[in-house]
């Protein structure tokens, strides 16, 4: 979409902006948002391919730095208008220690948001997670629920509790005075777990189905839903949010909004199947191979042994504790929250994220584990 030299004024500022969420985010921006003069990136990695957006109408401004540096963020946020905040730690493997866990998503947040209020920035979307909220190590199962919904969220694993801190943080700052005055406009878009081009944990299972033979074993019941969406799909509502903060500032400041598409309710494993069954895997199993209270001892026993290894080596496999509590308890969500409150629908429907997703996944090197 092409906006005129005069029509564009307003600077973005991305955190995590070479992430998997971020370079879609990123990317959105630039193809949606024709009031747009600049857009920062910001990440502790850049990214070679920002190079290439370098050539458009829009000033791309690549910015290495770390978020849980407070004078770094404050330079990056200064004199932006609007701050996208998907920079985070994403392990819920025992990959980073809890302590830079909350470095990272809790610090980092707060800085961000004193960098706003320091510079006189007024605008700031948050990415939380779904995981704020749920799965909880209850298990207990939120079927089809909406933001509004009760749900006992009790959280002892350092990623969600992080998230959690953070986007209280962020909630609690909306109405605080900037410099120059004006109140700063805060809120925090909730991902389920998203998919789509670039996704490491799919590129995972690709590769483990391929090392098995082309086989990947049911370890999950089909009747677990575990709620998805479309990275296309989460990086729109990033953009529409943005947007529409000023201007519905008294509706959407404070407010949090889950991200929902038309992704189907399926199991962690039958969805992942939606892409990987085309690529040649294959899921062996109408029913979980190994009965739970095994899974519950293997899970155990690579807890223990990441512990036990932790002075020689990183020992960090998919199945733990608590991603085997996740994908084992019912998680979806149906709401309309986004739709009423900006005006938010998908930009791809179901068809178009699984063949996208599809694309990227048959374009990767298999030979490349
Ligand atoms: N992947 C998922 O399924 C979900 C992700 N989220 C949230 O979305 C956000 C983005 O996640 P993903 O794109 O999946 O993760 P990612 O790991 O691909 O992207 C995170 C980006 O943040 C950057 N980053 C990490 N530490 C930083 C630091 N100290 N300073 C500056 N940049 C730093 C990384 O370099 C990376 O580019 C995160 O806040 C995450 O909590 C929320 C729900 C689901
Ligand atoms: C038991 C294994 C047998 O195949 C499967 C293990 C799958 C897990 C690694 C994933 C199941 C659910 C995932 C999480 C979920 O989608 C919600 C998330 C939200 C976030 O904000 C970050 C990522 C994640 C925690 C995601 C991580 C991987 C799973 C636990």
């Not at 600049?38 to 829009?58: A, M, N, Q, Y």
């Not at 946020?77 to 392990?91: E, K, Q, R, Y």
């Not at 709401?335 to 791809?348: C, D, M, S, V």
Request: proline letters at 5%; charged letters at 20%.
């Amino acid at each position: 979409m092409a906006g005129s030299a005069e029509a564009r004024k307003l600077v973005y500022l991305v955190t995590g902006g070479c992430g998997f969420l971020g370079e879609h985010v990123v990317r959105m921006l630039l193809e949606r948002e024709p009031r747009l003069r600049e857009l920062r990136v910001f990440d502790l990695h850049l990214s070679p391919w920002l190079e290439e957006l370098k050539t458009g109408p829009v000033q791309v401004t690549g910015i290495q730095g770390d978020v849980s540096e407070a004078h770094e963020v404050a330079a990056a946020v200064s004199g932006a208008h609007v701050v996208i905040h998907t920079a985070g730690l994403v392990d819920v493997f025992g990959r980073a220690s809890p302590e830079t866990i909350y470095k990272v998503n809790v610090q980092g947040t707060q800085n961000v948001v004193e960098a706003c209020v320091q510079t006189g920035t007024r605008f700031l979307v948050y990415t939380s997670s779904m995981e704020v909220v749920g799965p909880n190590i209850k298990g207990h199962p939120f079927y089809r629920g909406n933001e509004d919904t009760p749900y006992e969220a009790v959280h002892e694993h350092p990623y969600p509790h992080s998230k959690a801190q953070a986007e209280r943080l962020v909630l609690e700052a909306n109405g605080r005075m900037v410099h120059g005055g004006l109140p700063l406009v805060t809120c925090a878009l909730r991902p389920t777990g998203i998919y789509g081009e670039g996704h490491q944990i799919m590129r995972d299972f690709y590769h483990q189905g391929l090392r098995l033979g082309g086989r990947l074993f049911r370890a999950i019941p089909a009747s677990v839903e575990h709620g998805r969406v479309y990275v296309g799909n989460v990086a729109w509502m990033h953009v529409l949010v943005a947007r529409e903060l000023e201007h519905r500032a008294a509706l959407m400041g404070g407010q949090v909004y889950f991200c929902y598409d038309k992704s189907p309710y399926k199991s962690y494993e039958d969805f992942n199947m939606e892409f990987l069954g085309p690529c040649g895997l294959r899921l062996v199993g109408t029913r979980p191979l190994l009965p739970y209270w095994l899974l519950v001892l293997l899970a155990t026993l690579n807890a223990l042994l990441q512990w036990l290894l932790r002075p020689l080596l990183l020992y960090a496999p998919l199945l733990n504790p608590y991603t085997l509590v996740v994908a084992n308890t019912t998680f979806t969500v149906s709401t309309n929250k986004a739709q009423r409150h900006f005006g938010y629908e998908p930009l791809f429907s179901w068809e178009d994220s699984r063949t996208r997703t599809i694309l990227w996944m048959q374009g990767m090197d298999s030979s490349a584990q």
